[in-house]
């Protein structure tokens, strides 16, 4: 395959630098009043509409799109009611007006994500209270000296802080980044720095997450098994320490427990991601939608799927992997008796071997969810279901990946194809293992 997609990525890192400055606090305390008001302008402003119980014939199919009758809140937003939000606030604004502005965007944002966890029912109509103490800057308000690693902040027209990073550990990490909108706090300055780059997408694959390993499939390297037992291990081994230390009541200890795990769960990651991307380089890689899997169908997540979540960080793995390459998500409904040929669906689940009733299609159950995960990516970008699943998994190979230890990843034969002749390996590090 010549010639790929190209794609942009974004990583954030976030660095705070410790300050004393009375007047900072000063701008935090007015910041979070101003903020209040606007809230409860916007709050007192809310428009409280009916919708009603819908449901859409989509084929044969009858399909629910609101179940029941609800109020929905809107959020004012048109421009008349911007500006007298914006006049009103002015009226007590001592500091530059650009900071109303940005109290203005902050108090919609807060908002906004009330309004979408009132949605989903994960929060009542109670009236907003802002107590966490920041302040959030806007771009207008802030100057950036990039030679000498300096921001400026216009306080008032005349009178600023400056913050610099020149000295500090982390400035070699984020040379040649962007600096993004800063968050003021009582004694630091959160920074936060941006990177984009550009790279060219020319394979696919698709995982399966599962409690114990990451299984892949993709149609240039075949199969691919990540190890997950050494973090699961990890992690059941701090659970354990956590508990005793929690019944007997040694609290520092706990919390030293707590910061060791977090610090190798996230060294686990790291060697993980970067693994991956090494093995599978100007890659797309396809997970399915954990979060909407819990969202959707609470009810009817099986007690498989959801041990799956409960130990793996997997939305600590996503956001790490998409620093390094394009993640994309899709709908995990069904992937697990899906037929990948005929596209019928599976009610039942038994044994090892996948059989489709209706074709006869056979497969090995590991392989199974992650070929639907890459036939439904396809579909979702576009291309009709026209994959033989049979004709795409020619030249499969199963190849074991452990991050662990001081190199970061230790390939190990799992299972290779008895009939397969030469796995592909496409230009992937993969070593060809004998079958046994
Ligand atoms: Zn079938």
């Known amino acids: 395959m010549q010639g790929g997609l190209l794609k942009t990525l974004e990583q954030v890192k976030m660095y705070s630098i410790p300050t004393s400055d009375h007047r900072v606090s000063e701008l935090i305390t007015w910041y979070l009043g101003i903020l209040q008001r606007a809230v409860d302008i916007i709050w007192e402003n809310i428009e409280w509409r009916y919708r009603f119980p819908r449901i859409e014939g989509r084929g044969r199919k009858q399909v629910v799109i609101v179940p029941n009758k609800f109020k929905v809140p809107e959020l004012p937003k048109d421009k008349s009611f911007k500006k007298k939000l914006r006049d009103e606030l002015l009226l007590d604004c001592p500091y530059a007006k650009h900071w109303v502005d940005a109290v ?33 800057c806007k771009i207008t308000l802030m100057k950036v000296n990039y030679e000498e690693k300096k921001i400026r902040i216009t306080l008032k027209p005349g009178e600023y802080v400056e913050v610099s990073w020149s000295s500090r550990w982390f400035a070699k990490r984020v040379e040649g980044w962007r600096v993004g909108e800063v ?4 004694d630091r300055v959160l920074i936060p720095f941006k990177s984009t780059r550009v790279i060219e997408v020319r394979n696919i694959i698709a995982w399966d997450s599962n409690e114990l390993s990451l299984d892949g499939f993709s149609p240039r390297a075949g199969f691919i098994r990540v190890d997950l037992k ?25 919390e030293k427990y707590v910061a060791r ?9 790291n060697k993980l991601t970067s693994g991956l991307t090494r093995l599978l380089p100007n890659t797309t890689h396809v997970f399915e939608d954990l979060e909407k899997e819990d969202l959707v169908c609470r009810k009817k997540t099986s007690s498989n799927r959801r041990k799956r979540n409960a130990r793996t960080p997997w939305k600590l793995i996503h956001k790490k992997l998409s ?5 994309v998500k899709v709908s995990p409904k069904n992937t697990s008796r899906t037929c990948p040929r005929c596209g019928c669906i599976v009610k039942t689940r ?10 006869g299609f056979e497969l090995d159950r590991q392989k199974l969810a992650s070929i639907n995960i890459y036939l439904k990516h396809l579909r979702m970008r576009g291309f009709p279901h026209s994959d033989d699943p049979e004709k795409i998994m020619r030249g499969e190979l199963w190849v074991g990946v452990t991050p662990s230890g001081r190199s970061p990843v230790t390939w190990i034969p799992v299972k290779r194809d008895p ?9 992937l590090d993969i070593k060809q293992h004998q079958a046994r």
């Open 183 to 186: 968050v003021l706090k009582d």
């Open 104 to 136: 203005i965007r902050t108090a919609y944002s807060i908002m906004e994500s009330w309004r979408k966890r009132y949605l989903k029912g994960r929060t009542g109509k109670a009236k907003l209270r802002v107590e966490r103490r920041f302040a959030r």
């Open 323 to 327: 620093e390094k390459a394009v993640v």
């Open 419 to 427: 009939e397969g002749g030469e796995a592909k390996g496409g230009g």
């Open 350 to 359: 038994v044994g090892r071997v996948f059989k489709c009733p209706s074709c």
């Open 261 to 269: 795990e977090r610090n190798r769960e996230r060294d686990f990651i």
């Open 230 to 254: 050494p973090l699961q291990s990890m992690k059941i081994t701090y659970e354990r320490k956590k508990r005793i230390a929690q019944s007997k009541g040694l609290k520092d200890i706990y």
